[in-house]
């Protein structure tokens, strides 16, 4: 059960905009059943634009993604009463990207790469990928769960941080044996 708390509403229209609209994953939060899957699915286009850069691009990118929007998911949350609330998916857009850059060794060892092209992975392992971190979101395998359990903006975000990691590690293995 999501921990209530005392609602703050955001007053300044613009602001409201601002933190709901990205909080929700441009709205998809406010899907009526799975949003959190709706918001993975945001993660797919974020994780992609991630695998075009080397890893230490990749490392920094997601790393400030981290640090901004953790007081913003944080902001959303106190906004609609609720730590973590379902609303909440932005956490699940970045689980989902980390989730995706377990396909770049295989990739990039396969490939004669052209640094003008768009490097697209096939689609089978990007849903592989997808369902690792959906499973690993869910079960919040440790040290995830302990995230879950802070009651901040670092707290919602880190545990699929975490679940991203698994789930990259995963899809990293199956390729790497060939079974993708």
Known sequence: MKKPI???PISNPIK???VLGMSSGLGLGYAPIAPGTFGSL???PLGLL???YPSWISLIVLSALVLL????VERACK??????SG??????VLGQAIALLGLRGPIYSQLQIDSSQFIFPDWSAVLVAFLAFRIFDIFKPYPARSFDRRDTGFGVILDDVVA???AALTVWCLLKIGWL
Do not use: C, N
């Open 6 to 8: 005392s609602p703050q």
């Open 16 to 18: 409201k905009f601002a």
């Open 42 to 44: 945001l993660g797919i």
């Open 50 to 52: 991630l695998l075009q």
């Open 69 to 72: 929007t953790a007081p913003v």
């Open 79 to 84: 906004h609609w009463g609720q730590m973590d």
């Open 87 to 92: 609303r909440v998916v932005w956490d699940e």
């Open 164 to 166: 991203g990691l698994y």
